[in-house]
């Protein structure tokens, strides 16, 4: 099936609510599949990988499959306007969406965070095997270098410390936004 009509879409949902069969509910599962493919072609997700595509689709399908019953037809009737089970499928759709994309966006920044503490304790820990072999070779500065070690190690905690009160800051006001984006009245 590559095009629905909107009463074709209207009939599948009532027939499906009346019998509760598996063979009306996959008919239905088709129109859900067809809104959420058709929604992923729209410029606002064309250019994000088929993985989270696959993803974002999957989110769809289920928030669709989840809050079916959830469309009613008295908003239609009460205005006297004809019923449109697009536009509310297509918000799910578009919800399901947005949530995937917030989700990964998190797990984005806080791998990059992650790897910026990575790179920082390999660098460190080549920094400190340099000073050791060092100190080996010559042992009369032994006792030196082990104290600008020991200096060298609570400065660097100290900076990772602060970069880490930097980063957990950053995040925090990444939070605050999203949630004040997403709740006004909050």
Same mark, same amino acid.
């Given at each position: 099936?590559? &095009?629905?009509?909107?009463?074709?879409?209207?009939?599948?949902? &009532?027939?499906?609510?009346?019998?509760?069969?598996?063979?009306? &509910?996959?008919?239905?599962?088709?129109?859900?599949?067809?809104?959420?493919?058709?929604?992923?072609?729209?410029?606002?997700?064309?250019?994000?990988?088929?993985?989270?595509?696959?993803?974002?689709?999957?989110?769809?399908?289920?928030?669709?499959?989840?809050?079916?019953?959830?469309?009613?037809?008295?908003?239609?009737?009460?205005?006297?306007?004809?019923?449109?089970?697009?536009?509310?499928?297509?918000?799910?759709?578009?919800?399901?969406?947005?949530?995937?994309?917030?989700?990964?966006?998190?797990?984005?920044?806080?791998?990059?965070?992650?790897?910026?503490?990575?790179?920082?304790?390999?660098?460190?820990?080549?920094?400190?095997?340099?000073?050791?072999? &060092?100190?080996?070779?010559?042992?009369?500065?032994?006792?030196?270098?082990?104290?600008?070690?020991?200096?060298?190690?609570?400065?660097?905690?100290?900076?990772?410390?602060?970069?880490?009160?930097?980063?957990?800051?950053?995040?925090?006001?990444?939070?605050?936004?999203?949630?004040?984006?997403?709740?006004?009245?909050?």
């Amino acid at each position: 099936m590559q &095009y629905l009509t909107n009463d074709e879409f209207i009939k599948r949902i &009532y027939q499906y609510r009346e019998t509760r069969t598996r063979r009306d &509910y996959n008919k239905l599962a088709e129109c859900f599949m067809l809104v959420a493919k058709n929604l992923l072609n729209k410029p606002n997700f064309i250019n994000y990988s088929n993985d989270r595509k696959a993803d974002m689709m999957s989110e769809a399908l289920f928030f669709m499959s989840k809050y079916h019953e959830n469309y009613t037809a008295d908003y239609a009737k009460k205005h006297n306007i004809k019923e449109n089970p697009f536009a509310f499928f297509t918000m799910v759709a578009w919800n399901g969406f947005v949530q995937i994309i917030k989700k990964y966006k998190y797990f984005d920044t806080t791998n990059i965070s992650l790897n910026f503490f990575d790179s920082l304790e390999t660098s460190t820990t080549n920094q400190l095997s340099e000073l050791n072999n &060092y100190c080996i070779e010559n042992q009369d500065d032994c006792e030196k270098i082990k104290l600008q070690e020991e200096t060298y190690k609570l400065e660097l905690e100290l900076e990772v410390e602060e970069d880490v009160r930097h980063e957990v800051t950053k995040l925090e006001k990444y939070f605050e936004r999203d949630v004040n984006e997403t709740c006004p009245s909050h």
